[in-house]
């Protein structure tokens, strides 16, 4: 029996305060996955009055059983890291909420960001660390179906598919990497990959291979889930022959990828056609004072290491910018 | 063998310092013919060892019968929290809450104990209004980092309003009851067995719910 015990959840003592709407904050951070909190660490450091709006804390890391190439931890399980950075983010009496979402943010001398319970925060200058989320199919029966054979997060619900059959849709890393989660679980795996080859890393496809429970569909897409309570079969349509046929299963992972958390920024800042804002080598966008960081961003690779060191980038030009200003 | 090694039980012991009140644990059982039921009392047994405001009490489903129905325990192996005095908040784990789920567990302690962070007005007067009955199932995965925060939510409700009752309930210890619910992922909150919320919600989301019941 393990227990992923998050200590610092129980800590006695958390500096930090609640949001306050009637003051300006020098700088607001949306978003509190390793991007925002590793940018709530630099800004705090400068002494810059900074609140920090968390949805989900971690992110995507949170939902990430094993990190290995984060250096300085060899091996470390998601939630143990998330609970590392919150320890550092802790010791500072920052501005917090956690659990509410960003609905709008609007840009100008003073910033505005307004949250999913309908409060206002004000800031001089803004972080925009949001992340991403996973990408739905948007096919008939997705939405539906969604927990009744639908599922997007492996580590929380491939226990549920012991002894049965599912379907993986997506063969790069996230794909590869759920199909090898439940090969050892389920009693039976299909990927659906669109390319003609999986594209994940090699040393995971040398893991997958281990398994002999696992079989590949290449060169096709999934067009419907079907089911009345539960998933019963999904339809798999060949992208060269345009040739359809149905597999039956119990259940199906999605994991093709991940969607950027920007929409309630559109508008304000400039995008690409991926909806991820675009920054420059200073992580600041084309609006004067708006700074985004991490897989929200632009910027390639999408990665803990990676987002860490953009949200240090944003917070270090967001405190030159509030310097300046005064 | 100890199931928390001594790293674990200090951590364990540095956060049950937070309890404020002693809290009481009981943990039903059986001997024979339990999948759980042996490991779900040593870990009650464990835990409470290693707080002094900790008390558990150990009942069997057959010889103790009259306990089973007093605490309303629908399955074994359970587990229910009572307050200084002895009462029942109505907050009930069904399975060894272990992986992610030792945080919901330790947090409904501290709670119980009374140790509670005050809840914005708003919040708090709309628990006070509920007048019905209200059974808050949070279906759990132990491997799931988003469930603790759904079962949470349903104990703290259920220590606020003596109408409300939370379970938690291991999906995978429970695996017939989760198919009758069609669980195929978790969090899944069941709320009076007709309504399913899934994912894990803030108080508002849950409340909408339960004002809605009719």
Known sequence: MDFNLSTISFAAEKNFTPVDPGKVYDVLIIGGGPAGMTAAVYCMRKGVDTAIIIKNIGGQVAETSSVENYLGYKYINGVELVDKFKEQVFQFSIGYEEGQGVTAVTDGDIKSVTLDDGRVLRSRALIIASGKSWKKLGIPGEQRLTGRGVAYCTICDAPLFAGKKVVVVGGGNSGVEAAIDLASVASEVVIVQLMEELTADKILIDKLNSFNNVSMIFSSRVTEIIGEDLVKEVTVENVDTGKSSTVVTDGIFIEIGLDPNSSFASGVVEMNSASEILVDSGCATNRDGIFAAGDVTSVPFKQIIIAGGEGAKAALSACEYILKRN | ?214
Do not use: W
Request: some cysteine; glycine content about 6%; overall charge negative.
């Open chain 2, 1 to 214: 063998m100890a199931l928390f090694d001594v790293k674990v039980q200090n951590q364990l012991k540095d956060i049950l310092k937070n309890m404020k009140e002693n809290v009481k644990i009981i943990n039903f059982t059986q001997a024979i013919e339990c999948p759980m039921c042996k490991e779900t009392r040593a870990f009650a047994e464990e835990i409470a060892s290693l707080s002094e405001k900790l008390s558990v009490i150990v009942y069997d489903q057959i010889a103790d019968s009259d306990m089973i129905k007093k605490y309303g325990v629908e399955r074994i192996p359970a587990i229910v929290l009572l307050d200084k005095d002895g009462k029942d908040h109505g907050v009930k784990f069904y399975g060894l809450p272990g992986g992610y789920e030792i945080n919901s567990f330790l947090s409904s302690i501290i709670e119980m104990s009374g140790m509670k962070q005050a809840l914005p007005a708003d919040i708090a007067s709309r628990i006070k209004k509920i007048d019905k009955d209200v059974h808050i199932q949070v279906f759990v995965g132990l491997s799931c980092p988003h469930c603790p925060a759904a079962v949470e939510v349903a104990h703290r409700l259920a220590m606020e309003n003596s109408n409300i009752k939370g379970d938690m309930i291991d999906s995978n210890n429970f695996v017939h009851l989760a198919q009758k619910y069609n669980v195929t992922g978790v969090p899944k909150i069941i709320i009076n067995e007709k309504y399913e919320l899934l994912g894990a919600h803030p108080m508002n989301t849950v409340l909408d719910v339960i004002e809605s019941l009719k």
